[in-house]
DNA sequence: TCGTGTGTTGAGAACGATTCTCATTCTCGA
DNA sequence: TCGAGAATGAGAATCGTTCTCAACACACGA
């Protein structure tokens, strides 16, 4: 588990390097403004700031950044996409989502739960005939200030 | 829970009323497809063909229906939106998702698992201040023609 | 150190799913 | 039957995302 921040950025320098990639500043940003966020992300935050990255770089590397396996696209229902540090870099999680605004908050499930879920999922993946990868898990709901 | 076609119908008529809203004919075409596609539908694939309804149509019919609770939004990673019959109108059930081609099928987890597992995030939400909460849980791999 | 080839950048154009506009048509109740 | 409001559908507009391409930066060999 890598948690601190150099150690990240080591971690991610050397996926990127694996699959060819250089980590450029422009990367360094975005995996900064990842760690810092402390959550799923949304691409018009990352646009927005004095140092902000030009949107088609942004978008160009944060593909780069997914296709290297050191971030993560979160499906959400809103109109725009979300990403996160891959799990690999935090810890397994789950997410709140509000269904009212969006928002999103990161929760962990116990880790027994999470085990006996895990083993019952890939049993059904196997049946199904798919080569299970994981899976997402999500509570959606009204948080706080939208009830 | 409502199974039969026709019973379908009637309630989502009665959905429909209820936020005054008619059951027209198009959108009783939408349900119609939705009913037999039994899994969720790309809204292209509801486009095509000879009794197709107009794109316009389609999508403000969608949300209508998406409003009064009839159908539901299917979050995907793909480019365009997936709908399916409200879970009242079918079973409360989970999404295999091929992470390739998008595929995707229902399927059902045990009633055990699924209890705790309801618990366990009942308990979860209510601690971060999250109100009525449901969750949606996808496993995510590769299918069988992808793997 | 100086090329040189290859990867990266960023501004703007292009793309495509979705939403909006508006004139026409339909439906339901009086 | 009439009238008001709802629904329709063709096309335009919107907006997140991807693509294009000329300028630039870095790694590496001479």
């Known amino acids: 588990m890598t948690t601190g921040r150099g150690e990240v950025h080591q ?3 050397g996926r ?7 980590y450029t500043a422009n990367r360094r940003a975005l995996v900064d403004a990842l760690i810092a966020a402390r959550g799923p992300v949304a691409i018009g935050d990352l646009l927005v700031g ?3 990255v030009p949107q088609s770089s942004a978008y160009r590397n944060l593909s780069v ?3 290297a396996g050191v971030i993560r696209r979160v499906i959400t229902a809103g ?3 979300r990403f996160e540090l891959d799990e690999d870099l935090t810890e397994h999680h789950h997410h709140l989502v509000c269904s009212n605004c969006g928002r999103i908050e990161d929760v962990e499930i116990p880790a027994s739960v999470e085990r006996s879920l895990g083993r019952t999922l890939d ?3 196997e049946g199904a005939g ?3 990868v994981g899976h997402r898990l999500d509570l959606i709901g009204r948080c706080r200030s939208c009830a």
């Open 130 to 132: 798919f080569a299970s």
């Open 123 to 125: 049993r059904l993946a």
């Open 50 to 52: 004095k140092r902000a």
């Open 79 to 81: 109109d725009f996409a």
């Open 11 to 13: 971690t991610v320098e």
């Open 65 to 67: 950044l997914e296709e």
């Open 16 to 22: 990127l390097h694996r699959v060819g990639q250089r």
